[in-house]
């Protein structure tokens, strides 16, 4: 019998693998990935510092534990280079070809680079893995300021996670607010007021424009000529699903490796999940999503087709400085917010034109309303 073939081992794809063995425990099942394969939660990468965890203890099991819980082989460091979706074959960097029942690309998201000028702009780091995160928090130590490019979710956790570290974080962002894609006004400003009584500094309206290497470290030139030293700059602007390897095997692509419902990409077999998926147009790079798509997507390998269903997903900003949990409505969603807030909370509602609920934003002592909110806000794929 072909296997069962899973591209990648972050959270989609051992969530798929786990779910699609509870249901089948006889189908072969090939786990591979190009990195080490160890399972870890990748959120906890923004705020390993202040829960004392490194590179080596975020790791909950390594591959061979994955391998022998899940009952299938897992391929660490194996890279995938081709994809021949007539043949249902892949090909992997060794010149190995692998037949496939299914496969599954969970391959992920690339951090975007901004083209940025100067001598030491190669140096900005930016932590989307775990080998990211080794090489950033081996550079900490005696490091003073940290540059972060980009205020949204990843960077605003970065900077909180850095000051338990007695560390200052500057953060650069273009836009005139943190989380300014997620948060409205009056709540993004709560937000900066808690990060910087924390001590987090903010240079907004600006983009980074040249990094060079100075006596004690970097400097960044912003593009109102103003400058900010730093040890290390970590940049924090996003992410870019991987649809390289399915776009060259012609599977139909556009910001990310485009699914149906079923998970179900172009191709024949061949399906799509996490942060490489574009699922019913919606790229939502969160666990989830993926956890959803996990569970569907394993009863259907395992005979029962099954649709995703997303719920309302509110996602928790780990900023412990102003805890705050979001409901972002969707992308092209018509209506308004509504914030109300006080000494130690705020509570923001987006409502549509009619009046419904479509996300919400809570901060502080009101995200204990998030459960209650997020029952009452209609699902993207209900
Ligand atoms: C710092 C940080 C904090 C976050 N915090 C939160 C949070 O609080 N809440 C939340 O909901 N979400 C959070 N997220 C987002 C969430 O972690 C991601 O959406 C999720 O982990 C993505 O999982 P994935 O399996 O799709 O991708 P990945 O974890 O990136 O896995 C991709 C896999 O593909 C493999 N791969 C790639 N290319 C190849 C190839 N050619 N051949 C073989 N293997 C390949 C990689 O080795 C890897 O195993 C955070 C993300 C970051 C970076």
Redesign the pocket.
């Known amino acids: 019998m072909n296997p069962v073939i899973v591209?990648?081992?972050?959270?989609?794809?051992y969530s798929v693998a786990r779910e699609f063995r509870r249901l089948d425990k006889a189908t072969p099942l090939l786990v591979?990935?190009?990195?080490h394969?160890g399972f870890y939660s990748?959120?906890m990468?923004?705020n390993a510092l202040a829960s004392k965890k490194t590179a080596q203890t975020l790791v909950m099991k390594l591959a061979d534990k994955m391998a022998a819980e899940l009952g299938a082989s897992v391929r660490p460091h194996?890279?995938?280079?081709h994809i021949d979706t007539a043949a249902q074959r892949i090909t992997l960097d060794d010149g190995e070809t692998l037949v496939y029942r299914d496969l599954v690309l969970?391959?992920?998201?690339d951090p975007i680079r901004l083209p940025l000028e100067g001598d030491a702009a190669d140096a900005v780091l930016s932590?989307?893995?775990l080998d990211d995160y080794a090489r950033f928090a081996e550079r900490l130590d005696g490091v003073k300021r940290v540059a972060i490019l980009g205020a949204g979710?990843?960077g605003c956790?970065?900077a909180n996670d850095l000051l338990a570290h007695g560390i200052t974080p500057v953060v650069i962002d273009v836009a005139d607010r943190p989380l300014s894609r997620l948060l409205p006004e009056a709540a993004s400003a709560r937000l900066r007021e808690r990060l910087e009584a924390a001590g987090v500094q903010f240079r907004f309206d600006v983009a980074a424009k040249r990094i060079e290497r100075v006596a004690n470290g970097l400097r960044v030139t912003l593009s109102d000529d103003d400058r900010v030293d730093a040890e290390l700059v970590l940049s924090a602007i996003g992410?870019r699903p991987?649809t390289a390897?399915a776009q060259a095997a012609g599977l139909a692509v556009n910001r990310g490796v485009v699914a149906d419902r079923w998970l179900a990409t172009s191709a024949p077999h061949v399906y799509a999940?996490?942060?490489?998926a574009e699922v019913e147009g919606h790229t939502l790079?969160?666990?989830?999503p993926?956890m959803q798509q996990g569970r569907a997507l394993a009863a259907t390998l395992a005979g029962t087709p099954t649709p995703v269903i997303y719920p309302a997903m509110p996602?928790?900003?780990?900023t412990p400085a102003c805890p705050t949990v979001v409901c972002p409505p969707p992308i092209n969603a018509v209506g308004s917010w509504d914030t109300e807030l006080s000494d130690d909370g705020c509570t923001a509602l987006f409502h549509g034109n009619d009046g419904s609920l479509l996300g919400f934003a809570v901060m502080g002592t009101a995200t204990t309303q998030k459960q209650a909110l997020a029952a009452r806000v209609a699902g993207l794929l209900p």
């Open positions: 591209l990648g081992t972050g959270l989609a794809g591979v990935s190009r990195d394969a990748k959120p990468l923004s194996t890279h995938l280079q969970a391959l992920g998201a932590v989307n893995d979710l990843i956790e970065f992410l991987r390897l999940i996490g942060d490489c790079p969160y666990v989830l993926l996602v928790t900003v780990k």
